[in-house]
């Protein structure tokens, strides 16, 4: 399997694990007793301990957002600093290379020397 199938249904498959992943944290296992009654060793995970779970997640991706956002705020000047820089050196650069080659080449911008479009038909 290649290709955007592959890939959908391997996400798919990660989602599912994913989800019964946390469907076996939150719900408490149903073991039943054998011979002689005795209580099932709790292995489930209270609500109040499923709702402090999702909350330290919650928390945790806010805080990860929040520096996230941070790092992202303060270099921002920098990334835009150095945009301008290379923007500008690149105007430099293009500009002492047109005038390196128009030096170099010589131009004569006098009218004798330009060709008329309408060469072939006599003037008036």
Known sequence: ????????GRYSRLIRDLCALLVTIISP????ARGIRRPAPSTGVS???AASMLLGAS???????????????LLM???????LLFG???AA?????AT???????????PASTVSLNSDKPEA
């Open 1 to 8: 399997m290649t290709g955007a199938n592959g890939d959908s």
């Open 29 to 32: 296992s149903l073991h039943q």
């Open 59 to 73: 928390m945790a991706l806010m805080l990860c957002g929040s520096v996230t956002f941070a790092i992202g705020f």
């Open 77 to 83: 000047p920098w990334v835009a600093g150095a945009a």
């Open 47 to 49: 609500p109040a301990a």
């Open 88 to 90: 500008f050196a690149g």
């Open 100 to 110: 390196y080659k128009d030096a170099t080449r010589g131009r004569v911008s006098s």
């Open 93 to 97: 650069v293009s500009t002492l290379s």
